[in-house]
């Protein structure tokens, strides 16, 4: 597709995945805008502590923390239905607020002590206009979702202090990632009452909180044909985005349709709301014992199930073209990739490989394979953890990006929309 024919759909598609990224700058804020959005589209929000009622023909949404559930059920829902699933994750690499978060530091400047959090490219974090995000909680457990806007910056050293910084920068990961937010004295300085003051609670009432930087420039689109889309957070929301957009488009037919999108991701998804811990599992065993499974039902209903992994991959870099296999290139507005990795660092096996060049063909999308350089290894995804703990048939999938774990990440304009696409072909099969 040539970038002077970028399709109306694909436009609309990356003006909703903007206003998506915009909504959740932590992964707080991406579990209440998919609730927000589910219900908008008709299901019923449901809570964990509460007895559920689930029916056939019913649609439904559960949060854990920064991860969230949407489920449909076909109306001839019974015991033995398997599931089509397919999930992302809502978190993203960067920074979190350390206890005794604030600091003075030489010159009277205000800083914020964070730890790092997953790998991001701490250089792409410098010199830009920065928030944070996240929740807090009070002594009596009330959840607050508070951001800032652009509060905070990390300051690159001048090069006049250092000739050689064009040679190889090197940040030490305490001294030099520490962001500044004001100027004063020392006693005027408390970052938990200014969020506390943005959340409407005092900042004695704080109990704890979990709260991350992210960067505040909005998504555009730009390039000769404003092909091309840049923005914050794209590893993991645009995976994210586009499940949910086909998820709340499909009508289940043979399956009960879900998307279930994770926390903790770039950290290893070892939690309690990420993707090795019990969540997924917990609504699907909810799900099969309201329509009366027993063990074996719940079984022939997984043999039968799909669940598809969704993350961003590396498209081919122009000026580091050695660093991909000599002969898959997934090029930027190829349509969405399909992951295979020989160490099942991604588990796509024959059968999701076929399961999803079909939803691709059905859906008229384009698509293209990723397998990494011998000499590159790849990372991982939720995939082979989902695979591993449900032994549910998963296939990984992905779009291409540039820059990924940058603090602002690039694809083409039409990848996602394509993605979606796909993905809403594989919920209607």
């Not at 979702?145 to 030490?172: F, K, M």
């Not at 555009?220 to 985005?241: I, K, M, P, V, Y």
């Not at 394979?369 to 290894?377: D, I, L, R, T």
């Not at 296939?395 to 993605?419: F, N, Q």
Request: proline fraction near 6%; glycine fraction near 10%; include cysteine.
């Amino acid at each position: 597709m040539t970038a002077d024919r970028v399709p109306a759909e694909a436009r609309a598609h990356i003006e909703d995945l903007a206003a998506f990224v915009t909504a959740s700058p932590s992964s707080y804020h991406a579990a209440a805008e998919i609730a927000r959005r589910a219900e908008g589209a008709g299901y019923t929000r449901i809570d964990e502590v509460d007895a559920w009622d689930i029916a056939p023909g019913g649609r439904y949404v559960v949060v854990r923390d920064g991860s969230a559930v949407a489920f449909a059920l076909p109306e001839a829902a019974a015991a033995t239905t398997p599931f089509t699933i397919i999930g992302a994750h809502t978190d993203s690499p960067g920074f979190k607020l350390k206890p005794k978060p604030t600091t003075l530091g030489p010159g009277g400047w205000w800083q914020l002590g964070v730890e790092i959090y997953g790998g991001p490219l701490l250089n792409s974090w410098l010199d830009r206009e920065l928030e944070l995000a996240g929740r807090l909680v009070t002594l009596e457990g009330e959840e607050h979702l508070v951001r800032t806007g652009s509060l905070l910056r990390i300051p690159q050293l001048a090069i006049h202090l250092d000739r050689g910084v064009n040679n190889g920068l090197e940040l030490d990961k305490q001294r030099h990632t520490q962001p500044v937010w004001g100027l004063g004295d020392a006693e005027s300085a408390d970052i938990l009452h200014a969020l506390a003051a943005r959340a409407g609670v005092e900042a004695s009432q704080i109990g704890g909180y979990d709260i991350v930087v992210a960067d505040t420039q909005e998504p555009r689109t730009f390039g000769h044909a404003q092909e091309l889309f840049a923005s914050g957070r794209l590893d993991n929301l645009l995976s994210a985005h586009a499940a949910l957009v086909a998820q709340l488009q499909t009508e289940p037919r043979e399956a009960i349709t879900m998307y279930a999108a994770f926390d903790h991701e770039e950290i290893g998804s070892a939690s309690r709301s990420g993707a090795a811990g019990p969540f997924l599992e917990d609504v699907l065993l909810r799900i099969s014992a309201a329509l009366g499974a027993g063990a074996d039902e719940r079984a022939q209903a997984f043999a039968a199930s799909l669940h598809v992994s969704s993350d961003v991959g590396h498209a081919v870099h122009p000026n580091y073209p050695d660093r991909h296999d000599p002969a898959n290139h997934p090029v930027a507005g190829g349509g969405p990739i399909l992951k295979i990795n020989a160490s099942q660092r991604y588990a796509t096996d024959a059968h999701g490989a076929a399961a999803w060049n079909a939803a691709c063909e059905a859906a008229g999308v384009p698509m293209q394979e990723f397998v990494s350089n011998n000499a590159v290894p790849c990372g991982s995804t939720i995939g082979p953890i989902t695979a591993t703990r449900l032994g549910i048939r998963t296939v990984d999938v992905g779009v291409p990006i540039l820059s990924m774990h940058s603090a602002r990440e690039l694809t083409a304009v039409v990848d996602p929309w394509y993605l979606s696409r796909a993905m809403r072909a594989v919920l209607e099969r």
